[in-house]
């Protein structure tokens, strides 16, 4: 690109270059320079530290929950203006992460708005009428910020440096979104394995039903969307496509093999399928091969260590956790990593630069393991704070309906000693009344004597 396209760049940045310009890239050749490297810091700060802490506070009902809150909002507002204050890189005008940004902005403003409305505690008249559905949609939308903001600072990260551009877009999309795909079932997975424990209890479910579910939508949505219909097919439309319907099929076999609360293998199975054939993907970069290969036995890692730890380490009404139940979502999160980072662009840089596939999968391997421990302390922080003790509260004996997880008895109130009842994994998986001050579910026992007539 010429220099003189460029001139802005001492005083500022411009929206209105033209598309035409960006041929093979979505970025300019200038340094990213400090302010937009501000930019990247500030917004990584609010999304991917504060926002997160502040909803596990928020879950817990902490008093630090709205500080920390508008702490991060500071910090996104001012990112969100140093954005627009740049000089030197450019970028394409209709990049993901600029109209991306929308969205974010919404959320946040729309989550303030409803935290706003909340602190006041109108209750009577017709607040009282909408305050429950204003709490509860407060809830969701404060767990969806994080994930937003996630997804606006992996667009970022690409939009800085002009991948994901013209013919690579295709590509690119499938390894981010399938390596996130991978990231947030191992989160989901640890979070399981720390709290979910009673929240499937009570439901008769066991984790293996839902997974099958999501396989088997999953599978659908990669069946019709793997190949633009109307071009001929090619060796990736055949792996795709091929993929998604064994994922469909699979998430039917594994919907029946765990209802009532069954454990299921069969979504571990189809993980071990998945990375062999992501083995044998075709590859169009010389070093891509290696990498997959180092994901394919990643995740076949993540599937084996489910299949024992369901059949061998897992025992029904037991919540103590083995270290051997850890690897599962590890092994996920590692193997999602890699994924998002073998796209054919960053390939053939590490190709360019004379960078070696192993020197570059520890670094992916790294934030693996940070985005596992940031988890896993966020965890931790809300059993702290609300005194979870799962095996303190929902050990109960087996149940005879057939399944693999035991439930409180029906009468099991009137056998209590105690008048508190505290099943944190309630609180952290569903919504409670906005009106407590507590994350206690206090369940009043009162022993009365019989009435004679």
């Known amino acids: 690109?010429?220099?003189?396209?460029?001139?802005?760049?001492?005083?500022?940045?411009?929206?209105?270059?033209?598309?035409?310009?960006?041929?093979?890239?979505?970025?300019?050749?200038?340094?990213?320079?400090?302010?937009?490297?501000?930019?990247?810091?500030?917004?990584?700060?609010a999304f991917g530290f504060l926002y997160p802490i502040g909803m596990v506070l928020g879950l817990s009902k902490n008093r630090?929950?709205?500080?920390?809150?508008i702490l991060g909002t500071v910090f996104f507002v001012v990112g969100y203006f140093l954005a627009h204050a740049h000089a030197g890189r450019n970028y394409e005008p209709h990049i993901a992460h600029r109209w991306f940004a929308s969205i974010v902005i919404w959320s946040v403003v729309g989550q303030l708005i409803l935290g706003g409305y909340l602190k006041l505690h109108w209750e009577s008249g017709i607040h009282g009428r909408f305050r429950p559905f204003f709490a509860r949609f407060h809830k969701v939308l404060?767990?969806?910020?994080?994930?937003?903001?996630?997804?606006?600072?992996?667009?970022?990260?690409?939009?800085?440096?002009g991948f994901c551009y013209g013919d690579s877009t295709g590509q690119c999309l499938a390894h981010f979104i399938m390596g996130s795909s991978f990231v947030g079932y191992g989160i989901l997975l640890l979070l399981s394995l720390r709290v979910g424990g009673p929240w499937l209890l009570r439901r008769g479910k066991s984790q293996e039903w839902y997974d099958s579910w999501v396989i088997m939508l999953w599978g659908i949505i990669n069946t019709f969307t793997e190949h633009r219909w109307g071009q001929d097919w090619?060796?990736?439309?055949?792996?795709?496509?091929s993929m998604g319907i064994i994922w469909w099929i699979a998430g039917l076999v594994g919907i029946v093999l765990s209802r009532n609360g069954?454990?299921?293998?069969?979504?571990?199975?189809?993980?071990?399928?998945?990375?062999?054939?992501?083995?044998g993907h075709a590859q169009?970069?010389?070093?891509?091969?290696?990498?997959?290969?180092?994901?394919g036995y990643m995740l076949m890692a993540g599937g084996l260590s489910r299949i024992v730890e369901i059949c061998f380490v897992w025992k029904e009404g037991d919540f103590n956790i083995s270290p051997w139940q850890y690897l599962p979502p590890l092994t996920l999160i590692l193997a999602g990593h890699l994924f998002m980072g073998s796209?054919?662009?960053?390939?053939?840089y590490l190709n360019n630069t004379m960078i070696d596939v192993s020197s570059y999968s520890n670094v992916l391997l790294s934030f693996g393991f940070a985005v596992f421990l940031f988890a896993l302390v966020l965890i931790l922080l809300w059993e702290k704070l609300t005194h979870y003790e799962p095996s303190a509260n929902t050990r109960t004996q087996p149940d005879d309906s057939g399944g693999d997880y035991s439930e409180l008895p029906s009468n099991g109130l009137s056998n209590l000693d105690t008048e508190t009842l505290h099943d944190a994994s309630s609180d952290f998986l569903e919504d409670d009344n906005d009106n407590d001050d507590a994350m206690e579910l206090k369940a009043r026992i009162r022993n009365s004597e019989p009435h004679h007539l």
Do not use: C
């Open 343 to 348: 796209t054919e662009e960053q390939l053939m």
């Open 1 to 45: 690109m010429d220099d003189h396209e460029h001139s802005h760049a001492a005083t500022g940045h411009t929206h209105d270059l033209d598309p035409s310009v960006f041929k093979s890239s979505a970025a300019t050749d200038e340094p990213i320079g400090f302010i937009m490297a501000l930019h990247i810091t500030f917004m990584v700060i």
């Open 284 to 295: 169009h970069v010389p070093n891509s091969g290696q990498i997959h290969s180092y994901f």
């Open 234 to 241: 090619n060796h990736g439309d055949y792996q795709h496509t």
């Open 262 to 279: 069954k454990r299921s293998v069969v979504p571990s199975v189809l993980i071990i399928l998945t990375a062999a054939a992501f083995q």
């Open 64 to 69: 630090w929950h709205v500080p920390v809150q």
């Open 142 to 161: 404060g767990a969806l910020v994080p994930v937003i903001g996630y997804v606006q600072i992996v667009l970022g990260v690409i939009a800085s440096v």
